[in-house]
């Protein structure tokens, strides 16, 4: 499998970033393996940055408003794994870039559902899951979405059967 160069271990002013090009894929290190058509996809013509905030830092919003500021990419494009809460922070640390540098970042976010479903999610809908309050109303206002969830999450149908 090809290597590609990860968030932590490549410099805000690397060459490949700031002039080679200008749409950034930044994916988690799983993608390629989980979804290589999709990630092969997403990756035509675009700066490859891996990450994963399992085995990393998950505060990758410092180091990613770094890269933005010193390299002004026209877009970045954020794809990860659905259900995985590591995967959840790398939407949210695009998202705090924006905040960070005060100005606006293009960026799309997706997640690959079950391997194969390439959707996308409006950032504000990550912004939203950060407050878990929010999230609660959501349920409680939309219960029908449990069930839903249970056809996606181990850990949710886990939890049903031992309540």
Same mark, same amino acid.
């Given at each position: 499998?090809?290597?590609?160069?990860?968030?932590w271990n490549t410099w805000v002013k690397t060459p490949y970033i700031r002039h080679e090009h200008k749409e950034w894929l930044i994916a988690s290190s799983c993608l390629p393996l989980v979804a290589p058509s999709i990630?092969?996809?997403? /990756?035509k013509d675009r700066a490859i940055l891996l990450a994963? &905030?399992?085995?990393?830092?998950?505060t990758h919003y410092g180091k990613i408003a770094s890269m933005v500021r010193s390299c002004q990419p026209q877009?970045?494009?954020v794809a990860t794994v659905e259900g995985s809460p590591h995967c959840f922070t790398l939407h949210a640390s695009i998202n705090e870039v924006e905040y960070i540098l005060g100005e606006k970042v293009e960026r799309e976010h997706y997640v690959v559902l079950e391997g194969k479903d390439l959707l996308k999610i409006d &950032?504000?809908?990550?912004r939203a899951a950060r407050?878990? *309050?929010l999230v609660d109303k959501?349920?409680?206002?939309? &219960? /029908?979405?449990l069930k839903e969830l249970s056809?996606? /999450?181990?850990? *949710?149908?886990?939890?049903s059967s031992i309540s």
């Open positions: 499998m090809k290597r590609y160069p990860g968030v990630f092969e996809a997403l /990756s994963c &905030p399992e085995q990393e830092n998950p877009k970045i494009i &950032p504000t809908a990550i407050y878990l *309050h959501l349920v409680k206002d939309n &219960p /029908s979405i056809s996606y /999450s181990l850990e *949710h149908k886990r939890a």
